[in-house]
C-alpha cells in the first residue's frame, strides 16, 4: 500500500519561480527519501532526511519533517526549465524495511 | 559508469509468454529491489533481496520470481505473462538496505503484454 501521498498531483510555474511540493504518510518513519523521475528516465535520490531531523539542505534545495504531523515538503528555489519532471517521496519504516513510495508530483517549469 | 544496469529496455510480450528482465550492479551494494510503475500509481515494490542469498515479497509479488544470482545480479521472471503486467519495471540497489542512503536506480524496462 501506498505510504506517501504527494500533493500536489501536479505543479506548473514560471521559470525563476519556487516550487513547493507537500508529502503526508500515515506510519511513523526511519527516515524520508525525494527522488526526481524526468520523463522515460529512471529515478534519482535527491535528499534524505532522517526522523530527528527537521531540515535539510542541498543546493536549490529544502526539505522540512514534521514528524507530529507526518508530513513533509520540498522547496526547489529559483526553478529552471531543467528541473521539469516528477518528484516522488519516498518512506523507509524501519532500519531495513524498503522504501515505499508515494504518487509523485508532476512539476512543470515554463521558460 | 558506475550503475544500475538493466536489459531488455523494451519488451513486447504474449499472454502466456514467459522472460527474465535482468538488472546488475557494479557499485558492490547488498541490496537489490524490483519495483513496478503504474500511471497515476508511483513505484510499487515486487520483491527485494536485503542480501546475497536472501530474497522476500513486497507488495504486489504475484506472478513473479526472483533470483539473487550473486551480489551484483538480481532478475526478476515473468512465467506467463498477462496484460495486467504491462508496466514499467525498475531495478534498484543499495548499500546495505539499512535505508540510510539513498537508492541507485536503473533506467527501465518497458514491458507491454498483448
Request: some cysteine.
Amino acid at each position: 500500500s501506498q505510504q506517501g501521498e504527494e500533493d500536489p498531483q501536479a505543479l506548473s510555474i514560471q521559470e525563476g519561480e519556487n516550487a513547493t511540493m507537500n508529502c503526508s504518510y500515515k506510519t511513523s518513519i526511519n527516515n524520508l527519501q525525494w527522488y526526481r523521475q524526468n520523463s522515460g528516465r529512471g529515478l534519482v535520490h535527491l535528499i534524505l532526511i532522517r526522523s530527528n531531523e527537521r531540515e535539510k539542505h542541498s543546493g536549490r534545495l529544502r526539505v522540512t519533517l514534521d514528524t507530529s504531523k507526518k508530513s513533509s515538503s520540498l522547496l526547489i528555489t529559483a526553478s529552471r526549465a531543467a528541473d521539469t519532471a516528477s518528484y516522488f517521496c519516498a518512506t523507509v519504516s524501519s532500519g531495513n524495511t524498503p522504501l515505499v513510495f508515494g504518487k509523485g508530483t508532476r512539476l512543470s517549469v515554463i521558460a | 559508469n558506475a550503475g544500475v544496469t538493466q536489459t531488455p529496455k523494451f519488451q513486447v510480450l504474449k499472454t502466456g509468454q514467459s522472460m527474465t528482465l535482468q538488472c546488475a550492479q557494479d557499485m558492490n551494494h547488498n541490496s537489490m529491489y524490483w519495483y513496478r510503475q503504474d500511471p497515476g500509481m508511483g513505484l510499487r515494490l515486487i520483491y527485494y533481496s536485503a542480501s546475497e542469498g536472501t530474497t522476500d515479497k513486497g507488495e504486489v509479488p504475484n506472478g513473479y520470481n526472483v533470483s539473487r544470482l550473486n551480489k551484483r545480479e538480481f532478475s526478476l521472471r515473468l512465467e506467463s505473462a498477462a496484460p495486467s503486467q504491462t508496466s514499467v519495471y525498475f531495478c534498484a540497489s543499495n548499500p546495505s538496505g539499512s535505508g540510510g542512503r539513498g537508492y541507485t536506480f536503473g533506467s527501465g524496462t518497458r514491458l507491454t503484454v498483448v
